[in-house]
């Protein structure tokens, strides 16, 4: 069946960049999505992408599409300690990833 | 209201008992979803209305499982003859007619004892 998968755990020093890491089988999703968990909280939407396109930029979020290999990524620039939390790709027909825990030491 | 709703925040059981928990969506969505997440998992997909009607329910793992939307706002998930096994955190979003993007509430964090 389709299936999204994510590493589990980055672990990144404050002011470095994180790049989270995503796969996916499911090739017919129109967007594709991150969604940033803060412990005891619900999904915020952080950023998505149309599946045309290769690559989004939005302030310290940079996402890649690699529509080939059905990769997608996250690139959090200058990572702050308030980055932290559960990061989960999401593609169409509502499959989510298992979530990568972000932790960003000072 | 200004995002999604959901209530009780937090709801303890015991095994075989009937639960209720409540979704309300932003105002003016007519598409909600209620997905299930287990500890350290992803969402998982359970159910999706288009306005009152379930759209898609092939994510509900059994017959225990229901979910409602009477007047295209408020969802009721009801989960009868509850297990152990029940315990997660269950989600719901909402999201504009043809819009792709959702936005999810808080969550019920449901405990089964």
């Known amino acids: 069946g389709e299936d999204v998968e994510q590493s589990l755990f980055l672990s990144v020093r404050e002011g470095d960049s994180s790049v989270i890491n995503c796969t996916y089988t499911d090739s017919s999703s129109t967007y594709l999505y991150w969604y940033k968990q803060e412990p005891g909280a619900g999904l915020q939407l952080l950023t998505y992408?149309?599946?045309?396109?290769d690559m989004k930029q939005d302030q310290r979020l940079t996402v890649l599409l690699n529509k080939k290999d059905k990769h997608l990524s996250l690139r959090i620039a200058d990572t702050q300690t308030g980055d932290s939390a559960i990061y989960f790709c999401a593609g169409g027909k509502l499959i989510f990833g298992q979530g990568t825990e972000l932790s960003v030491k000072p | 209201g200004a995002g999604v709703s959901q209530t009780p925040s937090n709801k303890v059981t015991e095994k075989g008992k009937y639960v209720e928990l409540r979704c309300d969506p932003i105002s003016g969505h007519t598409a909600l979803y209620w997905y299930r997440q287990s500890l350290g998992q992803g969402p998982e997909f359970l159910i999706y209305f288009q306005g009152t009607g379930a759209a898609d329910d092939s994510g509900l793992p059994n017959d225990r499982f229901f979910a409602v939307r009477p007047e295209g706002s408020v969802s009721t998930l009801k989960i009868q003859r509850t297990e152990r096994g029940d315990s997660a955190v269950y989600l719901c979003?909402?999201?504009?007619?043809?819009?792709?993007?959702?936005?999810f509430g808080p969550g019920t964090r449901l405990l089964v004892l």
């Open positions: 992408i149309f599946s045309n396109m």
């Open positions: 979003a909402s999201s504009s007619q043809g819009g792709e993007t959702q936005y």
